[in-house]
């Protein structure tokens, strides 16, 4: 089992210049709201960090499948999806603002934090139960997955022809 961890401490590695490590660990994301519905991880993430000593900062990747549980954005039905996400950070101290990681602050590296921007960065258009989801009606609000081919509405008359209604041919 992974340690689950939000920080971690790349001091503590004590990582010469050139020098790799790959750790296996588990972070919390916290949730997303997209469109006012909420998106989160049923539990702890686990997360795969390579971590290499530069100069004078690091270089990060990060790797995981993340398992996203929320409403369908076609029909509001429960949907998951394995979102996958790979992300790469570098910190090098000194060396302008491409090169400064907002996730690294000294040699403190905000674990949780990386991890929900990079499922952001990594999440489709839409997140549906399934791809072809047919939503719901947009007259009655049935969902159209559980609906019979028989489902429909009388069109509305064209408003454009109200006027001809009150005509009297007497």
Known sequence: MALETHTLDLGQLALTSGEG???DLETRVEPLVLAGQHYAPEAAVPVRIDVSRTTNGYSLRLRAD??????????LERAGREIPIDGREVD????????TSP???GDELDLGAWARDALALALPAQIVCREECRGLCAICGQNLNFAGPEHGHEPEPDPRWAALRELRLD
């Open 21 to 23: 490590r790959r750790l």
């Open 66 to 75: 993340v398992a996203l549980e929320g409403p369908c954005m076609r029909c």
């Open 92 to 99: 090098q101290p000194g060396g302008g603002e491409d090169l």
């Open 103 to 105: 996730y690294v602050q």
